[in-house]
């Protein structure tokens, strides 16, 4: 028996041996293969790019973007990364803490891209692509700081209401409410024809999150909202009003069983994933809502033409536009250092070719006003003459504030849908994050 | 804590207990007795005793330099991190002294964190102890299908925590979940909202799941644990006429001790420390209700970004954890750790 | 690095002189009680595994309209297209690689450590491997960072083998070292008192006589560091990328930033877990054997 263990130890050791010098060997090839470095290399140019179209169609027009640029531009090389968005979002924070970040990558802006403005880590656009900047016009707004722009939006959405048609009308709901006693009215009837009026993502907060800044958005006047936001001062009562509607909708029950752990588009038990089915009414999303939801049905459909969508009803007595929309975007950036040709391939991302590229294959909604006309979603389309229309486009409250502050405030609004916080705690909360950044 | 494993040991055979370690090893006793044995070690003085401290260099300075390297810098870096305020990128220039941990232990989601994980670690152990033992001494019946029956037993152990949390928050949905329709079955209603919904209740769906994935575990060390009870003990209580209830209970379980202090200790220090399946299945909701210190701090690191936080955080975890250790080890291992009767070796 | 992995300390209990057979004589037999408990015990534990397969053989909207279903119609797309989806094999090359490559370090470096813990007496023996038990008790994702950092800037090795490798290793001494201690301390002195009256060194008695008698050991540690860089995510993450990638990172494939196709969540992560079961029924034997062997000696 000694032999034996003997001998066995010994193959595994050296299988582990041999592993590790086959390791070695094939590292080398490894590392070669996904090199991320970039730079000037003699005639030829390297340009990193992350992006999260993960999935068809988006990633692969994106590498006949990279591919097109390319041809058009000889010793330019781009290296595409395409990651499913919560990976990218970890790898860029570990990339930029390693220094070692790409040279083009998404933004969302607000007080996100502000942290890495004050590291020094993204370029300045304002000057190189000037041009570009003026073709977008205020979508802009939500990516710059102290009038320099620090990114150039691709994509620009609105949250609303998503509804079911066919379940309003058998419920009897003939028009969709435009103020919130209407909303209430309208909850009581779907209640009454058994169905669960809204579904809502609190596991993830940042659903649950939207509820409370849009009545913010109803309640405060633009110049308190936007002052409020760029100083961190939330002493104006009508955030505290905002939290009292709040708390009225969530005492009034209209949400989907469970709603307290539904995550918000993932997976068949998801918010989206409900209404999809017709199992609830209506929710609040945004315009990324169809797409998901025609992932989520077997036709790959989705609602189809039952898709209805209406804007969030207006606050009696608010001092909000009730024309005013909440939204957000993405849009790409240039990091510090990196080549020039990466602010030319930025710039030719936002170009008209390539943006209505981009609204054909219904990834977004495009910024470029050329593209606009190029949507072919009708659902995507009615979205964007909202967002065109509209007087005053709130960048969503977590972004602006940056991660910090907007995870404490979304925290505290999950809170209050679990009746476990109240209108107040929302502001403090908020405010005390907001004092620890000072 | 430093005894944890030695005290599994009897005092009999060949064990070390670190009690008895200032004796000089037994070779030298022998060697000193043959004056042509050239054995390293062997003999007092600079020449061999040198010798010796290079070859003990020489076996721990792989794993050691490894350890250091890649565990002790990057920890000690993170307690430097605890002590500024840092976004994660950047120098680090915002120094701020202790005032992260003050925040920390004055915040009332970690100070409910840490009552979590304590819930955990008394929880963990009242459920797997009884039901793994009772698991453990069915298996260790003869069984046609003894090896397979281990061997499903430590499946959930086995499965990566992404794919058993991403099942499990399945089963446990309201209303179209397999475990709701299970209950339904028997007469008995889930939580309208759902288990993992529930402020009150998703702590025990949490706790259920973790059970159901290191039962295993437990039930695989107690059953090693009784390959070592010693035959001639239960001829001897069959020829008394005892039953097998009694066996168990009046001789196997009391042998299993030391297996079994050791197995708590493991399962404490690994719940203080728990992370992964609490993420997928509840990511500390609902309502901060199934947070854990872990959680906590990874919510405020790479979710918000304090990374000083996040490090203060975990400092704190770690005096915790050092703290139930070694009161553990001196409370509860201090048995094991005794040594009834001295050891004879080194003196002869 | 899973916060919750738990490692089998060794029971260490002396050899038995006795030379009693294994697993003969034990208490009792198979009782229809006994089987039937033995049933619920597997059905509750292998059921949520099951769903998950099963799950893999839904479509997504299957799942979305009836969570609860079996599969109707079976739909053979999700594991077919795990199955033909190269990026699949080549997760699964790198995590075998780096699992295997883990392991090796783990056992090799961790029996040499383990040596003299177990066996040397020295000043300074209980603070050295304080050192390493205290490596249990702090929270490994707070040190991903500046281990990030290291490895991608200071070593260059980010995105390799060694650069998952190496770190993985690392983390798993401690429990390794924990396990081992009582192993090699079981061992009779005399062997070692033998062997040096033979004129063997140190190096030798371990290497000749001591690594093969631990073998039981030797394979408990080897599966413990196996499975747990099987499973790792959190640094496989941010160390690699593209065709480098892990199996746990592959599920990301399946899911983008609005939508996920949890169907083939399953299938995949279904197929995942096979190799490291697979491994596991090859070795679970030797385990509790192994562990029976800190008995034996």
């Known amino acids: 028996m000694k032999t034996k263990t003997r001998t066995a130890a010994v193959r595994t050791l050296s299988l582990g041996l041999g592993v590790a010098l086959l390791a070695t060997a094939c590292s080398s090839g490894g590392t070669g293969e996904a090199e991320e470095t970039s730079g000037d290399t003699g005639d030829s140019t390297t340009i990193t790019w992350w992006h999260n179209s ?57 007080g996100e891209m502000q942290a890495h403005v004050e590291a020094g880590l993204t370029k300045d656009l304002s000057e190189v692509a000037a041009d570009t900047i003026s073709t977008l016009g205020s979508s802009v707004a939500g990516w710059q700081i102290d009038g320099q722009t620090y990114g150039l939006p691709f994509s620009m959405g609105v949250v609303g209401f998503w509804y079911n048609k066919a379940i309003f009308e058998q419920a009897g709901v003939t028009e969709a409410p435009a103020t919130w006693d209407e909303f209430y009215a309208v909850i009581d009837k779907l209640k009454a024809a058994g169905v669960e009026p809204i579904s809502v993502g609190v596991g993830e907060k940042w659903p649950a999150a939207h ?57 068949p038990t998801s918010a989206s994933a409900l209404l999809a089915t017709g199992k609830v009414a209506m929710e609040l999303a945004g315009h990324w809502e169809p797409g998901v939801m025609q992932g989520l049905t077997e036709d790959k459909q989705g609602l189809g033409e039952d898709t209805g969508w209406f804007p969030f009803p207006a606050v009696t007595g608010g001092k909000g ?35 209505q590229g981009f609204a054909e294959q219904d990834m977004g909604l495009p910024t470029n006003p050329a593209a606009v006309e190029f949507v072919k979603d009708p659902a995507l389309a009615a979205l964007l003459e909202v967002r065109d229309s509209s007087p005053f486009v709130q960048l969503y409250f977590d972004t602006a504030f940056g991660t910090s502050v907007g995870g404490a405030m979304n925290d505290a609004i999950a809170l209050v849908f679990a009746s476990s916080g109240s209108a107040q705690d929302i502001v403090d909360a908020t405010q005390s994050a907001a004092d620890a950044e000072k | 804590m430093t005894d944890v494993a030695d005290d599994t040991t009897a005092p009999r055979g060949a064990t070390v207990s670190p009690a008895t370690s200032t004796t000089q090893a037994p070779v030298v006793g022998r060697a000193t007795a043959r004056p042509t044995a050239r054995v390293a070690g062997g003999r007092r003085g600079p020449g061999p005793a040198w010798r010796k401290r290079a070859e003990i260099a020489f076996f721990v300075a792989p794993a050691l330099l490894l350890f250091l390297f890649f565990v002790v810098w990057p920890i000690v870096k993170a307690v430097q991190f605890s002590l500024y305020r840092w976004k994660g990128f950047g120098p680090l220039v915002d ?98 909202q759902g288990w993992l919904g529930t402020p009150d209740k998703a702590m025990i769906a949490v706790i259920a799941v973790l059970t159901w994935k290191y039962l295993g575990l437990a039930v695989i060390l107690f059953l090693a ?43 404490m220090i690994g719940s203080l420390q728990l992370f992964d399946m609490v993420w997928i299945l509840t990511k500390g909701g609902p309502a901060n209700a199934t947070t854990t210190m872990v959680t906590f701090l990874v919510t405020e690191g790479t979710k918000r970004q304090n990374f000083g936080i996040a490090s203060a955080a975990s400092v704190i975890l770690f005096v915790v954890a050092l703290t139930f250790a070694l009161l553990y080890q001196r409370f509860v291992m201090r048995r094991d750790t005794q040594d009834p009767a001295p050891r004879k070796k080194a003196h002869r | 690095m899973s916060a919750g992995t738990l490692t089998p300390p060794s029971t260490g209990q002396p050899p038995r002189a006795t030379g009693r057979r294994r697993g003969v004589k034990r208490p009792g037999g198979g009782s229809p009680l006994v089987y039937g408990l033995a049933l619920v015990v597997v059905a509750l534990t292998v059921g949520p595994v099951l769903y998950g397969v099963l799950g893999g053989f839904r479509s997504n909207a299957q799942l979305a309209e ?26 699964t090359l790198n995590s075998t690689v780096i699992a295997l490559v883990t392991t090796a370090i783990v056992v090799v470096f961790g029996m040499m450590a383990a040596y003299p813990l177990a066996r040397y ?157 697979v491994f596991f029924l090859a070795m679970q034997k030797r385990i509790v054997n192994g562990l029976q062997g800190a008995v034996k000696g």
């Open chain 1, 54 to 110: 993960n999935t068809a169609p988006g990633k692969d027009y994106y590498e006949k973007v990279a591919a097109d640029f390319s041809e058009a531009n000889p010793g330019v090389r781009i290296e595409v990364s395409a990651m499913q968005h919560d990976d990218m979002v970890t790898k860029l924070d570990a990339a930029f803490q390693s220094g070692d970040a790409p040279d083009v990558y998404m933004e969302r802006g607000g």
């Open chain 1, 211 to 267: 509820y409370w800044y849009y009545f913010a958005l109803r309640e405060c006047s633009q110049k308190v909202l936007q002052d409020g936001v760029s100083s961190l001062d939330f002493s104006d009562p009508c955030f505290v009003k905002a939290g009292e509607d709040l708390e009225k909708l969530v005492a009034a029950e209209p949400f989907n069983a469970g709603f307290l752990s539904t995550p918000a588009q993932k997976g």
């Open chain 1, 321 to 355: 536009d009730p024309a005013a929309v909440l939204g957000g975007g993405d849009a790409w950036a240039v990091s510090e250092g990196a080549p020039d040709a990466a602010v030319d391939f930025v710039k030719y991302l936002l170009s008209d070719e390539v943006q």
């Open chain 2, 95 to 192: 120094f701020v002294g202790l005032r992260n941990y003050v925040s920390v232990l004055q915040n009332d989601v970690f100070t409910d964190a840490l009552q979590h994980n304590l819930t955990i670690v008394v929880c963990s152990i009242l459920i797997q102890l009884p039901l793994g033992l009772a698991i453990a001494l069915l298996l260790n019946r003869r069984l046609w299908g003894q090896g397979v029956l281990r061997t499903i037993i430590f499946v959930p152990y086995v499965l990566a925590e992404v794919i058993a949390g991403v099942v499990w928050f399945q089963l446990l949905q309201p209303q179209y979940g397999v475990i709701d329709a299970v209950l339904g079955v028997v007469g008995l209603e889930g939580p309208p």
């Open chain 2, 225 to 267: 644990g009784l390959q070592g009870v010693p035959e001639e003990l239960y001829e001897a209580s069959q020829l008394d006429g005892a039953s097998w209830w009694q066996t168990q209970r009046r001789i196997t379980i009391p042998l299993l001790g030391p297996t079994v202090r050791t197995w708590a200790f493991l399962s």
């Open chain 3, 66 to 91: 009836t969570p609860a279903g079996l599969p109707s119609p079976w739909v053979l797309s999700n594991y077919s297209g795990v199955l033909t989806n190269p990026d699949f094999w080549r997760y």
């Open chain 3, 121 to 277: 007496r020295f000043r300074g023996r209980e603070q050295l491997f304080l050192v390493f038990v205290a490596g249990l008790l702090f929270p490994a994702t707070v040190a991903i960072i500046p281990l990030f950092i290291l490895i991608t800037k200071d070593l260059q090795l980010g995105n390799t083998w060694w650069g998952v490798a190496l770190p993985q290793a690392a983390f798993a001494l401690p429990t390794t070292v924990i396990i081992l201690r009582p192993f090699l301390q079981a061992l009779p002195d005399e062997l070692e008192e033998a062997a040096l009256l033979d004129g063997a060194s140190r190096v030798g008695f371990f290497w000749r006589i001591l690594v093969p008698l631990s073998g039981p050991g030797m394979v408990t540690v080897g599966v413990l560091a196996f499975v747990g860089s099987w499973n790792a995510y959190l640094l496989p993450l941010l160390l690699l990328q593209g065709g480098m990638k892990t199996l746990p990172l592959g599920v990301a494939d399946y899911s983008s930033e609005y939508s996920s196709d949890t169907a083939g969540v399953f299938a995949f992560t279904s197929l995942a877990m096979i190799p490291a079961l």
